[in-house]
């Protein structure tokens, strides 16, 4: 078994974030969970800790800095240490442009880009300070693959891998991995409000991998020698055209 770390995942409550919860705690790392749906965190906390793993979970809203610093420093006072943060929180309600939706065009850009820099912030100077750590960025294939209705949410998760990029060149300590899954069974399109995009997002989303299959490319980056940096993976159904 690979050495256990302290973990930290945001948008834990469902889909990639619970699924890494769970493969993580599995391997043996101790897991610290955040979310805003507080219940489902410590329904995932009590299932961890039933099975004999250590887990920990904090209310946590990724577009706040503040929240994300007091779940960083409770973990530092708790533990000493944050080896790996797994921004995975993110949202995808979908739209045409012309639909004009700038309310969730803001949402997503608060959540999937500010979120993801936010959790950077608060992590990166105990991490630089100790000379070591791993920060995961969840993006997506549509980093690399624009759809219609997807222009934005697309632009976010580019900035996504961007950051991750820029991240990883800066620095000579840390270990920075940017994961870009297909499709993968989750709550996501649920968020989506316009109906055109809901029903493509439907049948776009059948053919879809469990979201475990992220939790395990997370764990075999992680678990790489501390020389070894993973810098991409791309996780997708077989057979996707997308």
């Known amino acids: 078994m690979a050495e256990s770390k302290i973990v930290v995942i945001t948008g834990a409550s469902s889909g990639i974030g619970e699924a890494v919860a769970l493969e993580l705690s599995k391997a043996g790392h101790t897991i610290v969970v955040g ?37 960083v420093n409770a973990t530092l006072d708790e533990f000493g240490r944050i080896d790996v943060m797994v921004n995975n929180a993110g949202v995808m309600p979908l739209s045409p442009l012309k639909a004009l939706k700038v309310d969730e065009w803001d949402q997503m850009i608060d959540v999937n880009i500010k979120g993801v820099l936010n959790g950077i912030a608060a992590v990166l100077p105990a991490m630089e300070a100790r000379g070591s750590g791993h920060i ?27 950051i991750s990029d820029g991240l990883r060149q800066e620095t000579d300590r840390l270990r920075v991995t940017v994961i870009s899954p297909g499709v993968v069974t989750s709550e996501l399109a649920e968020t989506i409000s316009d109906e055109t995009a809901r029903e493509a997002m439907r049948d776009f989303r059948k053919n879809a991998i469990d979201p475990a299959a992220i939790g395990r490319a997370i764990r075999y980056a992680i678990e790489q020698p501390p020389e070894v940096d993973v810098s991409e993976i791309v996780v997708r159904p077989v057979a996707s055209p997308h």
């Open 35 to 71: 979310a805003r749906r507080t219940e489902r965190l410590q329904d995932l906390v009590s299932r961890i800790e039933a099975s004999g793993g250590v887990a920990r979970a904090h209310p946590l809203d990724v577009t706040s800095r503040g929240d994300l610093v007091r779940v």
């Open 136 to 162: 995961v960025n969840v993006a997506s294939i549509g980093a690399h693959r624009v759809s219609p209705t997807a222009a934005v949410y697309c632009a976010t998760k580019y900035a996504v891998w961007a």
